[in-house]
T-cell receptor, first 114, second 115 residues
Framework: GDSVTQMEGPVTLSEEAFLTINCTYT??????LFWYVQYPGEGLQLLLK?????DKGSNKGFEATYRKETTSFHLEKGSVQVSDSAVYFC?????????????FGKGTLLTVNP | SQTIHQWPATLVQPVGSPLSLECTVE??????LYWYRQAAGRGLQLLFY??????ISSEVPQNLSASRPQDRQFILSSKKLLLSDSGFYLC??????????????FGEGSWLTVV
């Protein structure tokens, strides 16, 4: 079945550092890929998405490129801020019989220190 | 614009007591609706989804049930809570199409602690 593997945290960075959170997936068909962010005590918000190979999703300085050849969708940001501290979830939504749901990774906790 | 609300935001319930979490979506018609659970230290697990009134599919066997009495209302219930039901419950919706690129939007979540 479909699965998402993302790097385990926690990740602790200083403000203005470069961020990479790795995400790889296993899926049949042609999934769409998503990054969600969860701030403390809140629900999930969509951060960015990509719906086909080589698409780049971007938002709020974050970006991720859909790499079909490496089945990856790594999240990057050039200069993190304290306000980026949150849990980040990589997810996929597949075509075919399971297209109704998102399959999530386990989440990566990011803490940014001033 | 579309909005999703779920309540209550926080509740503490004794073992064996009933549960009812409610979720409503505004600004759209015939959405797909979902209940997810996020347990401590674990990822998000899909519990139920619904593609229409009265149509409920369960992803995992458990102590919980779901109902969709109206197009934009989704209710998560239990007759007798277990300690293992503790967690963060998230309601979500998406447009009713087959496209994988359609975003699933989440509510604010409900913290359930069973004591």
């Amino acid at each position: 079945g479909d699965s998402v593997t993302q790097m385990e945290g926690p990740v602790t960075l200083s403000e203005e550092a470069f961020l990479t959170i790795n995400c790889t997936y296993t899926a049949t068909g042609y999934p769409s890929l998503f990054w969600y962010v969860q701030y403390p005590g809140e629900g999930l918000q969509l951060l960015l998405k990509a719906t086909k190979a080589d698409d780049k999703g971007s938002n709020k300085g974050f970006e991720a490129t859909y790499r079909k050849e490496t089945t990856s969708f790594h999240l990057e940001k050039g200069s993190v801020q304290v306000s980026d501290s949150a849990v980040y979830f990589c997810a996929l939504r597949n075509s075919g019989g399971s297209n109704y749901k998102l399959t999530f990774g386990k989440g990566t906790l990011l803490t940014v220190n001033p | 614009s579309q909005t999703i609300h779920q309540w209550p935001a926080t509740l503490v319930q004794p073992v064996g007591s009933p549960l009812s979490l409610e979720c409503t979506v505004e600004g759209t018609s015939n959405p797909n609706l979902y209940w997810y659970r996020q347990a401590a230290g674990r990822g998000l697990q899909l519990l139920f989804y619904s593609v229409g009134i009265g149509q409920i599919s369960s992803e995992v066997p458990q102590n919980l049930s779901a109902s969709r009495p109206q197009d934009r209302q989704f209710i998560l219930s239990s007759k007798k809570l277990l300690l293992s039901d503790s967690g963060f419950y998230l309601c979500a919706w998406s447009v009713f199409t087959g496209g994988t690129g359609n975003t699933i939007y989440f509510g604010e979540g409900s913290w359930l602690t069973v004591v």
